[in-house]
C-alpha cells in the first residue's frame, strides 16, 4: 500500500539529540523504513526546518521525505509549530494531488491536524491513523505550569483522538489516558516502539570506563528526565560502600563543549558539586549515534527515571545490548523493563529508592548478567522494528476495512 507519515516536527533525517529530536524521530524513520522492507511505498512529510533542504530526498527505493513549506525555513521549537499546521495541509495535499495515498499515519498531535485536514482537503477521506508519542493530559498533571503545549492543545488533541480513524498506542498505559479523554478504546490499537537490533547487541566492544563501576543516563536534558534524581542518589550510594562510581550523562543539544551554555547541564553541574559528587559526574553532550552501543555496553547499568514516559526508547536499546535497566515506573516503563526480570522498577522521584536498586545491581555481577541476558532476549523477540511493523500494518488493514464498511453504510440504507 501507499503510506504518508506525518512528523511536523520530527525529521527521520534529523539528528539525535537536538532540542527537539529525539525518540519520535528514531520512531518514524525506524519504522518507515521497515514499512519499506515490507513492500510498502512510504512518503515521510515533515516541515522544512533549513532552507538549504531539498524538496524531496530519496532513502530507500521505497522510502522518501517530503520537505513541506511551513513557516519559516529554521529551528521551530515544537510547542510554537501550530500556526503552521494549516501550510503543512496545504502541502501535503497538494502533493497527494496526482497519487493520494491508501493510508495517512500522523505522529504527535499537530501532525494529526494537518493529516486530519489534508484529508478533507483532496475529498477522498484517506484513512488517517494517529500515534501520539506523548499527551497534553499527562505533561501538564508532571510539569503543571512548566508546560509550554499551547493553549489550544487541551482541546484540539482529544479532537484529533475522536476524528481519526484508528489511534496506535504505544503502551498500555496510553490506552487508559485515551480512554479518559473520552476515545472509543475499540478503535485502539498497541503497537510499542521498537530497537535497532542490527546496531544495538551484546557482542562488540565497550568504551573504557575511568572508575570502577559506571552507571548511565541518556537522553535530553529538561528537567522531567529527572536526571537530578539519579545525581541525589551518589551519596547515598557512596553511604552504602559504592564510592567509586561514574554516572555519564549523555545527552543534550551538543558536544560537551557547549553544555556550559544548557541551562539544565548548568543546573546539575551547580547540584553536583553541592552535593560534594562533582568528581563523579560526567556530561558527555550528545554523541553520535553509532557510539552509542560502546557507551551501553561500558554501563554495569542504565538508570532511566523520568517523573513520566510516554514510552522510552532508551531502555530497549540498554536491553539489547544486554545491559540491566533501573526505571521509574510510570508510563511506557512498565511494559517494556519487567520488575526483577530485565530491570529493576523504582517509584518515581526517590533517589532514595534509585540508590538501592543501583547499589543491589553493583554488589552482584551475576544478577546484573540474569538480568542482561533476559532484557537482550526480550528486546530480540518482542521489539525488533520488522515486528512492529507487522503490527502496525495490522492497525492499518483495521482502518481501511472498517472505513471501507463506514462507506457502505449509507449506501446499503438507501437500497431498503
Not at 87 to 109: Q, S
Not at 316 to 341: Q, S
Not at 369 to 397: F, H, I, N, P
Amino acid at each position: 500500500m501507499r503510506i504518508s507519515m506525518v512528523s511536523e516536527h520530527a525529521s527521520p533525517l534529523a539528528a539525535l539529540g537536538g532540542v527537539d529530536a529525539g525518540g519520535q524521530n528514531v520512531h518514524v524513520a525506524a519504522l518507515s523504513t521497515a514499512l519499506a522492507r515490507l513492500g510498502h511505498h512510504v512518503t515521510v512529510y515533515t516541515r522544512k526546518d533549513d532552507a538549504g533542504l531539498p524538496p524531496r530526498v530519496r532513502i530507500l527505493p521505497r522510502l522518501e521525505v517530503v520537505h513541506v513549506a511551513a513557516g519559516p525555513a529554521r529551528h521551530v521549537p515544537k510547542d510554537e509549530l501550530l500556526p503552521y499546521m494549516d501550510r503543512l495541509a496545504d502541502g501535503i495535499a497538494d502533493d497527494w494531488a496526482t497519487t493520494p495515498p491508501d493510508i495517512v499515519h500522523a505522529h504527535f498531535w499537530m501532525s494529526g491536524l494537518a493529516a486530519l485536514d489534508a484529508s478533507r482537503r483532496t475529498g477522498t477521506n484517506v484513512p488517517v491513523v494517529q500515534t501520539f508519542h506523548a499527551l497534553g493530559t499527562v505533561k501538564r498533571r508532571h510539569q503543571g505550569t512548566e508546560d509550554t503545549s499551547p493553549q489550544q492543545r487541551r482541546w484540539l488533541e482529544p479532537a484529533v483522538g475522536r476524528s481519526a480513524d484508528r489511534i496506535i498506542a504505544t503502551c498500555s498505559d496510553e490506552v487508559f489516558e485515551l480512554r479518559a479523554m473520552g476515545i472509543d478504546t475499540t478503535k485502539i490499537s498497541i503497537a510499542p516502539c521498537g530497537v535497532d537490533l542490527d546496531l544495538f547487541r551484546p557482542s562488540g566492544a565497550a568504551e573504557h570506563r575511568p572508575r570502577s563501576h559506571r552507571i548511565l543516563t541518556v537522553g535530553r536534558l529538561v528537567p522531567r528526565k529527572g536526571v537530578d534524581l539519579v545525581i541525589r542518589a551518589l551519596p547515598l550510594l557512596r553511604e552504602a560502600g559504592f564510592a567509586d562510581v561514574e554516572l555519564l550523562i549523555v545527552g543534550g543539544g551538543g558536544g560537551a563543549a557547549v553544555l556550559g551554555a544548557d541551562p539544565e547541564a548548568r543546573r546539575l553541574h551547580e547540584l553536583a558539586r553541592e552535593l560534594g559528587v562533582q568528581e563523579q559526574v560526567t556530561l558527555r553532550g550528545q554523541v553520535p549515534r553509532e557510539d552509542m552501543p560502546g557507551i551501553l555496553r561500558s554501563a554495569d547499568a542504565v538508570v532511566c527515571t523520568p517523573w513520566y514516559e510516554p514510552f522510552g526508547i532508551v531502555p530497549l536499546e540498554a536491553m539489547a545490548c544486554g545491559v540491566p535497566v533501573v526505571a521509574a515506573a510510570v508510563g511506557g516503563l512498565t511494559d517494556t523493563v519487567v520488575d526483577r526480570a530485565t530491570g529493576l522498577h523504582v517509584p518515581s522521584r526517590d533517589p532514595a529508592a534509585i540508590a538501592r536498586a543501583v547499589g543491589e545491581l553493583l554488589a552482584s555481577r551475576e544478577l546484573r548478567q540474569e538480568l542482561g541476558r533476559a532484557g537482550q532476549q526480550r528486546a530480540r523477540s518482542r521489539y525488533s522494528w520488522d515486528r512492529v511493523a507487522a503490527e502496525t500494518e495490522k492497525a492499518y488493514q483495521l482502518a481501511l476495512a472498517e472505513t471501507a464498511d463506514a462507506r457502505l453504510e449509507p449506501m446499503e440504507g438507501a437500497a431498503l
